[in-house]
């Protein structure tokens, strides 16, 4: 059986041939399912709490993983996202109608927290008359994450013998994607920040390193007040963090905060077919590899693989098993054949 490498907007394909009403996500580490999708009716209709390993030591899967992958795909929406965003559409239209004094657009200062989780490209990208601002020190904390590979090495090497071991020890060849550079949940999670931030940087104007001093959550607060107050922008802050908050608030800087649900319900869920390819990558990218399985087949995907560089990150690439790759290889080529002879503008 071959395996192939596909941007992740192409996982339709695949789905459209392995199911016919329903498939299921599966943890080919843990050997346990993870969601269930009804994918005829449009919905997630079961998601399965994650069974604690004393084994895997180096990475603590948990339930909490399922709803931050939720989160970061967008079909799990914050309790007071609706507030949130109507603050920052009422405030940047003010400003948009402003033509003397201070500057008309309004810039949306980010936490570290809001690039994990994808909030920007989620929910602001049709918001207009906004501007991103990001501190040096949010973009150094990511980039410490997922780059620091002295910090981790003792930890990855575990983490490899643990997943080898875990193999072996169902009488199963460890596959390729356990390999000596494999990537931690810390750094794999940054690097999607990262793709975040690559991603708004094509869509937004981005005020991007913008001077701070210090680390964390006050000197992040800091660099923000400075900068609104050096340039004269209209500024929110929007964070996840209550510690951040309580900074922004004791500097008298706008600021909104994100809610998170505790515990995550199938009813709490959006499903976006859209969407579904994104759910699909960032699963994988959090749990290394999984399993989609349809009435009429399945597919592995590795989100890990020996040589994966930052440039397949940044272009969305998985590593897809299954027994349909010829014929779907074939209409991949079809699809960006025809792409090439769209303008540009449509060829996303």
Not at 16 to 21: A, D, F, P, R, Y
Not at 85 to 106: C, D, F, M, Q, Y
Request: hydrophobic share 40%.
């Amino acid at each position: 059986m071959k395996a192939i490498k596909i941007e992740y907007d192409y996982l339709p394909l695949f789905l459209n041939k392995i199911v016919e009403k329903e498939f299921s996500v599966y943890s080919l580490i843990l050997n346990q399912p993870l969601y269930r999708v009804n994918y005829k009716e449009g919905r997630i209709d079961s998601i399965y709490s994650i069974v604690p390993y004393d084994w895997f030591t180096c990475e603590k899967p948990s339930d909490i993983w399922l709803r931050d992958v939720f989160q970061t795909a967008g079909v799990l929406q914050y309790p007071n996202l609706d507030s949130v965003l109507r603050e920052i559409r009422e405030e940047a239209e003010k400003r948009s109608n402003i033509t003397v004094g201070k500057p008309g657009v309004l810039v949306v200062a980010v936490d570290s927290n809001i690039l994990y989780n994808w909030f920007i490209s989620n929910y602001l990208v049709d918001v207009p008359n906004i501007g991103i601002a990001v501190s040096s020190i949010v973009e150094d904390e990511v980039l410490f994450n997922a780059h620091c590979e002295s910090r981790l090495a003792t930890r990855r090497k575990k983490l490899v013998r643990e997943l080898r071991r875990t193999f072996q020890n169902r009488g199963i060849q460890p596959p390729e994607f356990i390999h000596d550079k494999i990537n931690l949940i810390e750094s794999r999670k940054a690097i999607l920040a990262l793709v975040e931030l690559e991603r708004i940087k094509k869509r937004f104007n981005v005020y991007q390193r913008i001077p701070g001093r210090g680390r964390g959550d006050k000197g992040i607060v800091e660099s923000y007040n400075i900068f609104k107050e050096k340039h004269g922008f209209p500024l929110i802050f929007l964070t996840m963090d209550d510690r951040s908050r309580v900074y922004a608030s004791m500097l008298n800087l706008e600021n909104l905060f994100l809610e998170q649900y505790n515990r995550v319900t199938p009813g709490l869920l959006r499903f976006d077919y859209m969407k579904l390819p994104q759910l699909i990558y960032i699963t994988a990218t959090y749990f290394i590899a999984i399993r989609v399985t349809g009435e009429r087949g399945w597919m592995d995907i590795y989100a890990e693989w020996r040589g994966k560089t930052l440039d397949d990150w940044y272009k969305g690439i998985i590593y897809v098993k299954s027994l349909l790759e010829e014929k779907v290889c074939h209409e991949i080529k079809l699809l960006k054949n025809i792409a090439n002879f769209l303008p540009k503008e449509h060829q996303q």
